[in-house]
């Protein structure tokens, strides 16, 4: 049973970084990639980085240069790097692995850019 497991959001000023962390606490699936979105209050789910098992990447325009996504897919880990935060970049954030367009998704974790 698959369980993604997301952490590593909080508080920051602006400028700042935080880096995320995403795990399987269950058995190891076959994701095909594993990505990161956001949810900020009263707006939809958005993608924000995404990893493939190749190694290739894809981000949010507004993100470019200041995250960073890396992991190993094939331990159903992922990680998103975030630099020079801003108070846009508040969301709550969601793990998400997917295969075969079935979507999995963690909790979430909230991160908070505010002085």
Request: hydrophobic share 30%; charged share 15%; aromatic share 12%.
């Amino acid at each position: 049973q698959v369980q993604l497991v997301d952490s590593g959001g909080g508080l920051v000023q602006p400028g700042g970084s935080l880096r995320l962390s995403c795990a399987n606490s269950g058995s190891l699936f076959y994701f095909s990639t594993m990505g990161w979105y956001r949810q900020a209050p009263g707006k939809q789910r958005d993608l924000v980085a995404s990893i493939t098992r190749g190694g290739s990447t894809n981000y949010k325009d507004s993100v470019k240069d200041r995250f960073t996504i890396y992991g190993d897919i094939a331990k159903n880990t992922v990680y998103l790097q975030m630099n020079s935060l801003n108070p846009e970049d508040t969301a709550i954030y969601y793990c998400n692995g997917r295969f075969a367009g079935r979507d999995y998704w963690g909790q979430g974790t909230q991160v908070t850019v505010s002085s």
